[in-house]
């Protein structure tokens, strides 16, 4: 076992784990965060996607001991504290882009970590930003969208 300690939404946590344990199962199963999801396992689909002192990363392909010391942000931390839906979280509900809802924590962090590199994207560059998240629903429409959207509350909030 190793004794790691994690900034997690803000919150510092210890957690014992072993040495092959993944970020995805650290999350769920040991500090109880099960809004990231695990589909794949092979970090194709993008449903386990965190951020990782900001960056997305699929946390299927990350272990526990390798983010010891940095700070992870899940589905759970996007909402401010009181918890008002970050923009990013407003646009995916106004625009409808989610149906079943089991890609959408991963295309939230990942739609997160875009804006702030990219605050006014292009089609394409929404696209080429949502590409490694796969949506077994909603055709994609909604979700490109839903990118938009959360860029324009952003400009309309600076």
């Given at each position: 076992m190793h004794e790691i300690t994690l900034t997690v939404n803000g919150v510092v946590q210890q957690v014992a784990v072993p040495g092959r344990r993944l970020l995805s199962d650290c999350l769920r199963h040991d500090l109880g965060l099960t809004g990231t999801h695990v589909g794949c396992e092979h970090g194709v689909c993008g449903c386990c996607t965190v951020l990782l002192d900001g960056e997305p990363v699929r946390s299927c392909l990350v272990f526990a001991v390798g983010a010891d010391g940095h700070e992870i942000t899940t589905v759970e931390g996007l909402a401010a504290p009181d918890g008002t839906l970050s923009p990013v979280q407003r646009a995916f509900a106004e625009c409808h882009g989610l149906q079943c809802g089991?890609?959408?924590?991963?295309?939230?962090?990942?739609?997160t970590a875009l804006l702030r590199q990219n605050p006014a994207p292009t089609e394409e560059e929404v696209l080429e930003g949502v590409s490694g998240n796969l949506c077994r629903c909603t055709g994609y429409q909604n979700i490109v969208k839903s990118v938009h959207?959360?860029?324009?509350?952003?400009?309309?909030d600076r």
């Open positions: 089991f890609c959408t924590p991963g295309f939230l962090c990942t739609v959207r959360a860029a324009e509350i952003m400009a309309e």
